[in-house]
T-cell receptor, first 113, second 113 residues
Framework: DAGVTQSPTHLIKTRGQQVTLRCSPK?????VSWYQQALGQGPQFIFQYYEEEERQRGNFPDRFSGHQFPNYSSELNVNALLLGDSALYLC????????????FGEGSRLTVL | AQSVTQPDIHITVSEGASLELRCNYSYGATPYLFWYVQSPGQGLQLLLKYFSGDTLVQGIKGFEAEFKRSQSSFNLRKPSVHWSDAAEYFCAVGDTGGFKTIFGAGTRLFVKA
């Protein structure tokens, strides 16, 4: 049984560019959450997708957007990259409310130069 | 608003010694509480969770945590630390609406021989 898979594992972009990160949830999970983890900090909630809709959003600008597909996989898009967007982006899947355990992927390490 | 405080940025413990990692939370109702562990370059793995019932919960790898409502705390303990326990530990609170989990800033555990 595959867990949460994310791609790419590492990528380097320059300021102003756009990036797309991908996530496949654990089998049987229908809810995907995205987190940003800056160096030395805890994960910060970006947003959560359920039934192809953004259900809740954290304190992130509109440059951060996402999508969930009918097979429950998800994408995170970040436009107009800033140096401060450099971080580990974590995808977590779960089975929806009531909130239970989050299963995390190993993350996508984004470096913005 | 929900929040999680982990007062200790890092802790060093001798192998075989006992461990306690502190966590305080802020939440209006009975929270869902979690402890996750993150090894270098890895995603997060759930150690244990508290939803209701017995306030002392057992987790994987010999960890346990105690929920104390009066102190708004959920401290993680282990009676005897192994070198492989060296990692970053995150306390988290989940909102009962099922939408998001809020993480603390983490405590880095160092284990010395």
């Amino acid at each position: 049984d595959a867990g949460v898979t994310q791609s790419p594992t590492h990528l380097i972009k320059t300021r102003g560019q756009q990036v797309t990160l991908r996530c496949s949830p654990k089998s049987g999970h229908d809810t995907v959450s995205w987190y940003q983890q800056a160096l030395g900090q805890g994960p910060q909630f970006i947003f959560q997708y359920y039934e192809e809709e953004e259900r809740q959003r954290g304190n992130f600008p509109d440059r951060f957007s996402g999508h969930q597909f009918p097979n429950y996989s998800s994408e995170l898009n970040v436009n107009a990259l800033l140096l401060g967007d450099s971080a580990l982006y974590l995808c977590a899947s779960s089975t929806g409310p009531p909130l239970g355990e989050l299963f995390f992927g190993e993350g996508s390490r984004l470096t913005v130069l | 608003a929900q929040s999680v405080t982990q007062p200790d940025i890092h802790i060093t413990v001798s192998e075989g010694a006992s461990l306690e990692l502190r966590c305080n939370y802020s939440y209006g109702a009975t929270p869902y509480l979690f402890w996750y562990v993150q090894s270098p370059g890895q995603g997060l793995q759930l150690l244990l969770k508290y939803f209701s019932g017995d306030t002392l919960v057992q987790g994987i790898k010999g960890f346990e945590a105690e929920f104390k409502r009066s102190q708004s705390s959920f401290n993680l303990r282990k009676p005897s630390v192994h070198w492989s326990d060296a990692a970053e530990y995150f306390c988290a609170v989940g909102d009962t609406g099922g939408f998001k989990t809020i993480f603390g800033a983490g405590t880095r555990l160092f284990v010395k021989a």
